[in-house]
């Protein structure tokens, strides 16, 4: 199953755009990209999920290169309430047990500053 | 109306101690799992489990044993609890994907946060 690298953390300020880049060099052909959010005190929550170019949802956008061997998640405009780790997950998404495959890494500690 | 939800929210036990967290979903997911959390913030799949199948990680000491009486609810047993088990623990759930347009997304509870004295 494919692995993750991402910065362990990173700052910003309120009102920035925020770009959080993930490596999955091993990526698989059926596999997806999805992040998570995770609040402190809180379990993680589903940010976004993609399998190449570019998915934007209310909260967010994934950009997918063609080669697929790293995806980039913008928040646009964050603020303090921002201020979470991120995860980046790859999987088949359609195998039936993926989610137990899953290898979740220790994620991305975003700081949004005033 | 809470999707996951878990208790107790903290737990504080001392060592050999047996003790249980509960975990019930209302999302009419097919699949819950547990997982631990340590300090480092690393989320480690602990089980799987639907109506069918109990998948287990092998690295689960068996002290820690799932009871799963309905499919919405999968509690977690821990027996003779020691230092290292300290952690957060995450109930979560998730539809076993069948194509279409199910993300897989998994739904987690807010957690149950053990310390082992």
């Known amino acids: 199953l494919a692995k993750t690298t991402q910065p362990i953390s990173m700052d910003s300020y309120e009102g920035q755009e925020v770009n959080i880049t993930c490596s999955h060099n091993n990526i698989a052909t059926n596999d997806y990209i999805t992040w998570y959010q995770q609040f402190p005190s809180q379990g993680p929550r589903f940010i976004i999920q993609g399998y190449k170019t570019k998915v934007t949802n209310e909260v967010a956008s994934l950009f997918i290169p063609a080669d697929r061997k790293s995806s980039t998640l913008s928040l646009p405009r964050v603020s303090l309430s921002d201020t979470a780790v991120y995860y980046c997950l790859v999987g088949d998404i359609y195998y039936e047990d993926s989610n137990y495959q899953l290898i979740w890494g220790a994620g991305t500690k975003l700081i949004i500053k005033p | 109306d809470t999707a996951v939800s878990q208790t107790p929210k903290y737990l504080v036990t001392q060592m050999g101690n047996d003790k249980s967290i509960k975990c019930e979903q209302n999302?009419?997911?097919?699949?819950m799992y547990w997982y631990k959390q340590d300090s480092k913030k690393f989320l480690k799949i602990m089980f799987s489990y639907n109506n069918k199948e109990l998948i287990i990680n092998e690295t689960v000491p068996n002290r820690f044993s799932p009871k799963s009486p309905d499919k919405a609810h999968l509690n977690l047993h821990i027996n003779s609890l020691e230092l290292g088990d300290s952690a957060v623990y995450f109930c979560?759930?998730?539809?076993?994907?069948?194509?279409?347009?199910?993300?897989?997304?998994?739904?987690f509870g807010e957690g149950s946060r053990l310390t082992v004295l």
């Open positions: 999302l009419g997911h097919d699949t």
């Open positions: 979560a759930s998730s539809s076993r994907t069948s194509g279409g347009t199910n993300t897989g997304e998994l739904f």
